[in-house]
């Protein structure tokens, strides 16, 4: 109910709701194309993913490869990955965070976002 016994402009939360809505969708391109990194070892391993959580770049170092120890090298990439996508996930939230408590999400979430 609205104060005062009025009602909602409903124009005009429409509108207000099409405006989140873009607002959301531009922050969803601009996490696709912003990359992220992630490493491990001391930056033996690194790994590069979009804010989106798409990898998209591997690199090692060729100190890291030991022909009698791939089982290290493998470790150093899944860690690598897994730092990249935790800062992916990092700047998820603060991009798409703060729209989604403007579109209702606040802890409850948003169905297709990772909060």
Do not use: C, H, W, Y
Request: negative net charge.
């Amino acid at each position: 109910m609205i104060p005062g016994g009025g009602q909602p402009n409903m124009q005009q939360l429409l509108q207000q709701a099409q405006k989140m809505q873009q607002d959301l969708a531009n922050a969803q391109e601009e996490l696709a194309r912003t990359e992220v990194e992630g490493q491990a070892g001391g930056g033996l391993v690194k790994a590069t993913v979009t804010g989106a959580g798409e990898l998209r770049a591997l690199r090692i170092d060729p100190k890291a490869v030991d022909p009698d120890d791939t089982e290290t090298l493998a470790d150093l990439v899944v860690a690598a990955v897994q730092a990249a996508n935790e800062n992916a996930q990092n700047l998820q939230q603060q991009k798409l965070g703060p729209l989604a408590q403007g579109l209702g999400g606040g802890g409850s979430g948003i169905p297709g976002l990772p909060f």
